[in-house]
């Protein structure tokens, strides 16, 4: 079985304790594989210096402090002189590490390669889980991903090694379980270039999704920004049981906060509820706060987490965790800005959807809601996996399911797959029986990556148009997400009812009542699924996966052809010119929701995630434009027709007519990708107006020089027509908390003046006045 070696290299005392520096080193298992070669050398696990920054802050504010606040208020840039309010003030941090995957790494290793720094400053990581497409199954998908994306992932490992990333290469797993299983520890700060990077608070750390600037900053060394948050407090009572699981947790509170609910704040899980949630499960909660908005979500430090430690290898932090404990979990009589009370014995099992995450419904109603509702009550296909449910313990629950229903010698009614969480997962499951139970019910395995989660499906089953309905155990169900089909009707559950239903073959099925027929004609009820938390043998670590970067990269170039169709190196944008922005084009008034996928879509699109104005063809193309109710057509001011947005938008750069975006309520929702702010800014936009943002979307369109601005009055939206002309006044005493003002023109020769408020801090203006926070940084590499 695989043999992990953590070895404590050196002790320096402070404060009675010494600094840990931990070293992993790496041993050969008994069948020979490499157990272990994921950690750098020289990875401080400092958890004195946490100490030491909240108590500062603790004397300072004069309170108790919660769970969040003392892992990010403990990593404090100057937990001194910071100042701190949650929800007004910015925080200069230091996190610990930084992950990337592998459609993020690409923009996010360009833009650090153009800060024309030598070398990361911090550990990070790179995880190829994005570009591989499910066809036909793991082995041959993967194979067909290496050779379509050799150029890509020949970029980012060689770009890794010249500038000190890990590379995680492909069929390793997903960045988020990869994460889980080797670097996460209570009380880590870290960013990571994908939206669903809190699942790493399911190990008590502070995982926050970023755009790629933002990696940048942090990889540089530069301390970094975030708004201070807010703090949601989830209080668990009593005990997960029978159908219920840890998803319908966030389920649940998912359709209490709805999408935006959780905007500006950490979501922190307590009580005694907690105690009956397996590590995974936790992370599974955490994963799935992004649907919500939230900054980020976090578990205090349990007796859950040091047995996952121990499992994965990793016990001598398990026991550091033990002797910093208090530091781990919230101080008692700790204030929350918010508390949600869920009793865990009365939760029943939720399916959310279709559509939308936070459309939240108990598997026992579904049927009839979708009855009414119109929406097909067939089940086409089954998803389980993902980042959010590819745990050990998830697989085993779907298949305890599975095995009952072949027992009765019934299988699965529709397509069903499975999405092992990393190659580990995946080894350990075949090893143990699960995977074959799995396939034995109708199941295809996939690679050990992404796929249909993130539209990355060669879905055939149905036409496109065609109306159907999907159940998966992913977390975001936006339209087209996964199958690039508008009319397909996808449901977010528990792995457990996933397999349920896709055995049953209809929504139209409760499995804590209804009845199956099994192949003799009897009836039989599924029972409940048990199966172990972690395996009872060591994890299989199965191949190894894992390229460390040379301690010295000599001569190690990173080449990119100018002929490239994938790759781009960047070119500065413009400084802003010291002038107000008059007359910009309105380029789409977009109606209703306005997700990431809308604006930069991703599935085929991905192959062009290094490539700007290649992917820039993609820009808005989903959001559906006010005028007409179509999505990408709207009118072309300067000629009349009507046309795609990006080629709208490249015709009005190319005859210098600066444009603007008019959205409404949380714009930019759902996934990270700062392709949505560097896109528009490329084609020539300089300003984006809404009702609301989510939150990295709009750090993101800062990062780049843009201007996310929101409407005083959130009715002004209602005044802007498809064919006004906006200027944006007040720029040149442009300051924080100060509104800006706008004039509408419309084609009437008639205005209306209106305010626009803004989040900008300083800082944050001087990237706006560079042109963008990257150029900001060379400027100031240059003082």
């Known amino acids: 079985m695989a043999s992990y070696c953590l070895t ?5 005392h402070a404060l009675g304790l010494g600094v840990r520096r931990l070293h992993i080193t790496t041993r050969l298992s008994a069948h020979g594989k490499v157990a272990m070669s994921r950690f750098e050398p020289n990875n401080f696990l400092n958890y004195e210096k946490l100490q030491k920054n909240i108590e500062i802050v603790r004397k300072r504010l004069n309170r108790p402090l919660t769970l969040s606040e003392k892992i990010v208020y403990g990593h404090l840039d100057d937990p001194v002189g910071q100042e701190i309010v949650r929800g007004r003030t910015y925080l200069r941090l230091h996190p610990d590490r930084v992950a990337m995957q592998d459609a993020t790494a690409q923009m996010a290793m360009l833009q650090f390669i153009s800060s024309g720094l030598p070398r990361v400053a911090v550990p990070s990581t790179i995880h190829c889980d994005h570009l591989i497409e499910a066809q036909v199954g793991g082995a041959k998908d993967l194979e067909r991903a290496k050779e379509m994306h050799q150029e890509v992932y020949s970029f980012i490992a060689s770009a890794g090694a010249k500038y000190g990333v890990g590379f995680w290469k492909p069929g390793s797993g997903i960045i988020h379980q990869i994460i889980l299983e080797n ?13 669903h990077s809190p699942n790493g608070g399911g190990l008590g750390s502070i995982c926050i999704g970023v755009g790629g600037a933002d990696a940048v900053d942090v990889m540089a060394g530069i301390p970094w920004e975030l708004k201070c948050p807010k703090v949601i407090g989830v209080k668990l009572t009593g005990s997960l049981s029978g159908w219920t699981s840890p998803k319908d947790i966030i389920l649940k509170v998912a359709g209490i906060l709805t999408v935006k609910g959780g905007t500006g704040a950490i979501v922190e899980y307590h009580g005694p509820g907690v105690d009956s949630i397996s590590c995974t499960g936790m992370a599974t909660i955490c994963n799935m706060g992004a649907e919500i908005g939230a900054t980020t979500s976090v578990f205090p430090y349990n007796h859950r987490m040091k047995t996952y430690l121990n499992k994965t290898g990793r016990s001598e932090i398990a026991a550091l965790a033990d002797e910093f404990k208090d530091n781990l979990v919230p101080d008692s009589g700790c204030e929350y800005d918010e508390v949600i009370e869920i009793n865990l014995s009365e939760l029943k099992p939720h399916i959310n959807g279709p559509f939308t995450p936070d459309l939240a419904h108990p598997v026992a109603e579904i049927g009839a809601v979708a009855e009414k509702s119109g929406w097909p009550l067939e089940v086409k296909v089954g998803l389980i996996g993902s980042c959010t449910n590819s745990s050990y313990e998830d697989m085993g629950r779907a298949a305890a399911v599975a095995k009952q ?37 109708g199941g295809i395995v996939l690679a050990n990556a992404c796929g249909p989660c993130i539209g990355q499906w060669d879905r055939r089953d149905v036409k496109k148009g065609e109306k159907n309905t999907i159940v998966t155990s992913f977390n975001r169900n936006f339209t087209a997400r996964n199958d690039a089909n508008p009319a397909t009707h996808a449901f977010v559950t528990s792995p457990e009812i996933v397999t349920a239903l896709a055995i049953a073959g209809t929504l139209k099925f409760d499995p804590e ?80 929701k306005c997700t990431t996928d809308h604006i930069s879509a991703a599935g085929p699109w991905l192959k062009f995630r290094g490539h700007l104005d290649n992917i820039s063809n993609n820009m808005l193309i989903g959001a559906i434009n006010l005028e007409n109710n179509k999505a990408n057509n709207v009118k072309n001011q300067l000629t009349g027709d009507y046309g795609a947005v990006p080629d709208t938008a490249r015709y009005y750069k190319k005859a210098g007519v600066q444009w603007v975006v008019v959205g409404d309520e949380n714009y930019g929702e ?114």
């Open 183 to 195: 670097y996460a520890y209570p009380g880590l700060l870290l960013i990571g270039t994908d939206s």
């Open 405 to 441: 229903a072949l027992d009765k010698g019934i299988k699965c009614k529709g397509h069903f797959t499975v999405s092992p969480g990393s190659e580990q997962i995946r080894a350990t499951i075949e090893r143990d029986g699960y995977a074959k139970i799995l396939r034995d019910v």
């Open 513 to 592: 009542k209804d009845f199956l027929t099994a192949a003799n004609g009897e009836k039989f009820k599924l029972q409940p699924p048990n199966a172990d938390e972690l395996p009872v043998r060591d994890f299989d670590p199965g191949q190894d996966t894992y390229q460390h970067p040379p301690s010295d990269p000599g001569n190690l170039r990173v080449d990119i052809s100018p002929q490239s169709q994938r790759l781009q190196l960047l070119e500065p944008f413009e400084k802003w010119d010291g002038k107000d922005l008059e007359d910009m084009q309105v380029l789409i008034k977009v109606k209703g």
């Open 670 to 783: 759902g996934s990270s990708r700062e392709h949505a702010a560097l896109e528009p800014r490329h084609l020539g936009g300089r300003a984006i107006i809404t009702r609301s943002f989510a939150r990295i979307h709009e750090t993101n369109l800062k990062k780049q020089g843009l201007l996310p601005l929101t409407f005083a009055d959130p009715a002004d939206y209602d005044k802007i027509r498809p064919d006004d002309k906006i200027s944006i006044q007040g720029l040149k005493k442009f300051a924080p908390g100060k509104p800006l003002k706008a004039v509408i023109k419309h084609k009437d020769g008639s205005q209306d003046t209106i305010q626009l408020n803004h989040t900008f801090n300083e800082t944050q203006i001087e990237w706006f006045q560079a042109g963008s926070a990257l150029n900001r940084m060379k400027e100031l590499q240059k003082q």
């Open 8 to 12: 404590v290299s050196r002790l320096q």
